[in-house]
C-alpha cells in the first residue's frame, strides 16, 4: 500500500487523513464540498475528482462520513467508489452505520472484484487528532493486516472482529453500555441533588474510586453547569439503543435495563432535547 | 489530638490503625477477639479492656466495624463506649450504616457531652493499607477540624458533608450508580456474548475509551472467567439499592433505572449468589 | 353471637353497622366523634362511652378505621378495646392496614385472653352499602365461623386465609395487580391518543372483549374527562405498591413490572398528584 | 351487495364465513387447500379457482388469513386478487397484520380502481363462531358502510377508525393493554404463590371485584394447572409489544411499563415458550 485515498473530511475525517500524511504516504482526498480539503492540500495531498475516481487510482480508500445515507451515496452514486473500484483494490469505510448497510456496501464491493473493511471507531474528535482512535474492524482479512500501518497512524488500538457486520455489533454493545452508565450516573446525582448533598463533591468522591472514569469527569461538569455542548447527540444514542435492543430481541436476549433507560432518552426526545448532547438526560432524570 | 483510640481490627480497621501508628500516634486498641490485635501490640500501641475503657482514656475514639448491630452494642452496650466518652471527647464511627443508626449513636455520644462524626468510606483492602480511602464525613465540625491530620493518613480525600446522616446518604448515592453500572455493563457483555463477540475485546475497547474505570477492569476479569470472589456481598448491594430506592420514595425522587436493577438484584439474591460478589449479577444478565 | 360492638362510623363503617342492625343484632356502636352514630341510634343501636366499654359488653367487636395509627390508638390506648376485651371475646379488624400492625393488636388481643381477626376488604363505598364486600379474614378460626352471620351480611364472600398477617398480604396483591394494570392501560390509551385514535372507541373495543371490567369501564371515563375524583387516592396505591415489592424483597421474589410501575406512581406524587384518585397517573403516562 | 367472496377458511375464517351463508347471502370461498371448503360447500357456498376468480366474481371480498405473507401472496400472487379486482369492487381483509403491509395492499387495490377496507379484529374462535366480533375497520368509507350489514352477522360491534393503518394501530393499542396485563396479573399471583397464599382464593378476589374480566378467569385457570394451550401464541405477543414500542418510537411516546413487559416476554422467548399461550409469561414471573 503506497497510495491511500480518504474520502470525508469532517470532524473526524479531516484529523485522520492529516495523520496519513504525517506517516509519509502518498494521500488523495475527497470531499463534497471540495474547500474543505484545502489545509491537506496544503500539507501534500492530492484532491480527485469524485470518489471514483479516487478509488480508481489508490491502493487503498478510506472513508469517514456522517451516516448511512452518505455512505450508500459515496459508494453507489454516479462516479461512486464502485466505479472505481476494481481487482484488488481495498475500501475501508470507518463511518459509523448499521450491520445491514455494512454488509450491502461490503458486497457490492465484493463483486466488483474489491475487498472490504467496515472500521467505526471508539472517540471522538481529540483522539483523531492525536491518533488514538480505537478502531474496530471487520470484514476482509488479508486487507485488514495491509492497512495495519495506516490504522496504527489513526488509531492506538485496531481489532479485527469477523465478518463484515461485527463491527458495527462491537459498537451497538458499546454504545449500550455507554447510554445505561449516563442514566445510571444521572439517577444517582438526581437522589444526591434531592436529599441536599453537593454535587461537585459526589463527583469528587466518584472521582476518587473505582469508578473513576474520564466520561463522569466530563460529563459531570456538563451536567452541573445544565450546559450540553454536543459531543454525540441524544437522539443518536436513543437510535442506538433501539437498535441494540433489536439485535437483542433478533437474538433471543432481553437487556431490561436497557429497554427502562431507551425509554428515558424516548422521553427526552419527547422533550426536544435530541440535538443535545446525549448527557442531557439529566433534564428527565433530575 | 495525641492519644487516639481505635475499635475494630477488621480487613478494614487493622491496616487503618496501623497507618495511624506510622502516623506517629499513641494508639489504644480494641476488639471483640484480642488476638486480633497481636500485630498493632507489636507496633507499640496498647489495648484496653473495653470500648468504654478505651474511650475514657483517649481524646478521639475511632471505630470500623461490621454493620449497624455491631455499632449499636459496642456504642450502647454494657461497658460501651457511652460508658467512657465525656465532655470534649470524639467519636468517629466510620463504618457503613443506615441514616438512622447513626443519629442515634450521634444523639447518645452528644447527650454525653462528647463530639460525634459518622464517616463511612469508599474503598476496600487496598486503599485501606495505602491509605487512600475516601473518607465522607457528616456530623461535629469541630471535630472533623481536630482528626483532619488522622483522616489524612487513612485516606487520600476527606469531605465534611454536613449533620449525620449526610455521610450515609452520601455512600447510598455513590453504591447507587455502582449498582447500576454494573448491571449496564452486563447488559452489554451479555449482548456482546450473545452475537459471538470475544469479550475480551469488549473490554479492550471499553478500557480503551472514556468509559474505561478500574471497576470494569476488575471485574471484567471476575465476570469472563465466572468466577466472583467476594470484596463485596451481592446481597450488601442490593440492601443498598433498596435503602437508597427507599430513601428516593421519602423525598420523592422517582429512580426507575434503579428499580429495574435492584429487581436484577433480587433476581440474583433468589438464585443464591448473595453472598457472592455483587458482579455475580452476571449470572442473572447473561 | 347476640352482641355485636362496632367501632368507626365512617364511609365504610357506617353502612356495614347499618346492615348489622338490619340482620337482627343488638348492636352497639363508637366513633371518635359521636355525632356520627345518630343515624345507627335511631334505627335501634346504642352508643358505648368508649371503645372499651363497648368491647366489654359485646360478644364480638368489629372495627372498621382509616388507617393503622387509629387502629393502634382504639386499641392500646387509654379506654381502649384492649380494656374491655376479655376471656373468650372476639376483636375483628376490618381496616387495611400492614401485616406487622395487625400482629401487634392480634397479639395485644390473644393475651387478655380474647380472640383476633383481620378482615380487610376489597370494595369501597357502594359494596358497602349493598353488603357485597369481599372480606379477607385472617386470625382465629373458631372466631371466623362464629362471626359467618355478620360477614354474609356485609359481604359476598369472606374467606379464611390462615395466620394473622394473610389478610393483609392478599391485599396487597390483589393492590399491586390494581395498580400494574392501572398503568397499563394508562400505556395504551396513551399510544392511542398520540396516533390520533378516538379513545372513546379504545374504551369500547376493550370493553367489548376478554379484558372488559368494571374498572376500565369507570376509570376510562374519568381519564378521558381528566377528571379524577378520589376512590382510592394515589399516594396509598403508591404506598400498598412499595409495601408489595418490600414484601417481595423479603421473600425473595423480584416484581420487576411492579417496580416501574411503582416508580410511575412515585413520579405523580412528585408532581402532585398524590390526593386525586389513583387514576391520575394518566397525567403522568400520557 | 349480493355476492360476497371469502377467502381463508381456518378457524376463523370458516365461522365467518358460515355466518354470512346463514345471513342470506351468496357466497363464494376460496382456500389454499380446497378440502376445507367442504363444510361450506354443503352450506351452499360455491368455490372459486383462484383469488382472483373469486374477486372478479363478487361485489366485495373478504380475507382472513394467518399472516402478512400470506395477505400479501394472495393479494398480488399469480391469480391474486389484484388480478380479478376492479372498477368499484371492494376487498376487505380482516387478516391482523402491521400498518406497512396493509397500507401496500390499499394502494395496489385503489390503483385497479377497487375498494379497500382492512378490518383486523378482537376476539378468537368462539366469538368467530357466534358472530360476536370486535371489527376495527379502517379505509374507504363508502365500502364500510356497503358491508355494514355483512359485519352485523360477523361481529357485535364495527367502528370506523379513518385512514388505511389506524385498524392496525387500534389492534397494537389494545395488544398491549392485553400484554402488559397479563404480566401484572402474573406479578400478583406470583407474590402471593410465594408468600404461602391460595392462588383459588386470589382469583376469587379478583373475581368479586371491579377487575373482574375474562381474561382473568380463562388464564388464571391456565396458570393454576400450568397448562397453557395456546389461543394466542406468546411469540405473537412478544411481536406486538415489540411493533407498539416502536410505533411509540415513531410517534415520540415513551412506554416504560411495556417495555419492561415485552423484556419479559423476550425472556420467556428465550427460554422455548414462544409456541404456548402467552399466558405462559408465568413461567418466567413466577
Known amino acids: 500500500m503506497r497510495k491511500i485515498g480518504f474520502i470525508g473530511m469532517g470532524i473526524m475525517g479531516k484529523p485522520m487523513a492529516m495523520n496519513l500524511i504525517a506517516g509519509g504516504w502518498e494521500v488523495v482526498v475527497w470531499n463534497r464540498h471540495p474547500e474543505k480539503c484545502k489545509e491537506l492540500l496544503q500539507k501534500g495531498a492530492r484532491m480527485a475528482e469524485s470518489p471514483g475516481a479516487l478509488a480508481a487510482q489508490c491502493d487503498v480508500t478510506f472513508a469517514m462520513l456522517a451516516d448511512p445515507n452518505a ?23 470507518m463511518s459509523t452505520v448499521d450491520p445491514h448497510t455494512s454488509r450491502r ?95 461537585q463533591e459526589v463527583l469528587s468522591v466518584l472521582d476518587g474510586g473505582a469508578m473513576s472514569n474520564p466520561m463522569f469527569r466530563l460529563k459531570g461538569a456538563s451536567i452541573l453547569a445544565e450546559n450540553f455542548p454536543v459531543a454525540f447527540p441524544l437522539k443518536h444514542m436513543q437510535k442506538d439503543l433501539r437498535l441494540a435492543l433489536l439485535l437483542g430481541d433478533e437474538v433471543g436476549k432481553p437487556l431490561v435495563t436497557t429497554a427502562v433507560v431507551n425509554e428515558l432518552f424516548k422521553k427526552a426526545r419527547e422533550k426536544g432535547l435530541g440535538d443535545l448532547d446525549f448527557s442531557a438526560i439529566w433534564q428527565v432524570v433530575k
Chains 1, 2, 3, 4 share one sequence.
Not at 455512505?71 to 469505510?93: K, N, S, T
Not at 474492524?137 to 497512524?153: H, I, T
Open 71 to 93: 455512505c450508500l451515496e459515496v459508494c453507489f452514486g454516479a462516479e461512486g467508489v464502485l466505479a472505481g473500484i476494481g481487482e484488488g483494490r481495498g475500501y475501508v469505510d
Open 105 to 199: 456496501i461490503g458486497e457490492a464491493v465484493a463483486a466488483r472484484g474489491g475487498r472490504f473493511l467496515e472500521a467505526p471507531v471508539s472517540g471522538s474528535r481529540k483522539p483523531a487528532e492525536e491518533g488514538t482512535l480505537i478502531i474496530m474492524a471487520a470484514g476482509d482479512r488479508s486487507l485488514f493486516d495491509e492497512v495495519g500501518p495506516a490504522f496504527a497512524k489513526m488509531g492506538k488500538m485496531a481489532l479485527y472482529l469477523g465478518d463484515v457486520g461485527k463491527g458495527a455489533q462491537m459498537k451497538l454493545c458499546v454504545n449500550l453500555i455507554m447510554g445505561d452508565m449516563m442514566a445510571s450516573f444521572c439517577e444517582g446525582l438526581a437522589l444526591a441533588s434531592r436529599v441536599g448533598l453537593n454535587l
